[in-house]
């Protein structure tokens, strides 16, 4: 990566959390870029980093995506003028592949914050999780939605 374009790019990130938009304070945030760039070099050269942090990318696009897809879902089912046929609750046993802690915690927790879906709980031996789910039309398949979706994608960032 170029250097002059990470450093410009963490200075207009400094700017942007400070909120001061100030030449010397861009300038500080040059300086701060900069030296952290000098600190990461090395890190950052490596290819390794790199598809990794283009997995993590990838993860947080298709949460983008779930977290819209799912806000539509609900909302069609909010308005439904018979609300109660619109709804069909139901809970999944979802058979976990991720094993680490970090990895079942994030997947946890990307159910949770997707509308529509809930974590309930994780079977002791860490091999199941439990979501409940407002609209449940088939099982196996919301089962492979998540299992080719958020679980295969949290797989590929901790490898």
Do not use: C, Q
């Amino acid at each position: 990566m170029n250097l002059a374009l990470m450093v410009g790019g963490l200075a207009l990130v400094w700017v942007s959390i400070t909120g001061n938009f100030s030449a010397l304070n861009l300038l500080l945030g040059a300086g701060i870029g900069a030296l952290t760039a000098l600190l990461l070099r090395d890190w950052f050269a490596s290819p390794r980093v790199l598809r990794r942090l283009k997995r993590m990318a990838s993860l947080v696009l298709l949460f983008m995506w779930e977290l819209l897809v799912s806000a539509v879902r609900v909302a069609i089912i909010v308005m439904t003028p018979d609300i109660k046929s619109a709804l069909r609750p139901g809970i999944i046993a979802f058979p976990l592949s991720v094993k680490s802690d970090a990895e079942i915690t994030l997947l946890a927790n990307m159910i949770t914050l997707t509308p529509g879906t809930l974590s309930v709980d994780v079977a002791e031996d860490r091999s199941v999780l439990y979501v409940h789910t407002l609209h449940l039309d088939d099982r196996e398949a919301l089962i492979a939605e998540i299992a080719n979706g958020f679980e295969r994608k949290i797989r590929e960032v901790f490898i």
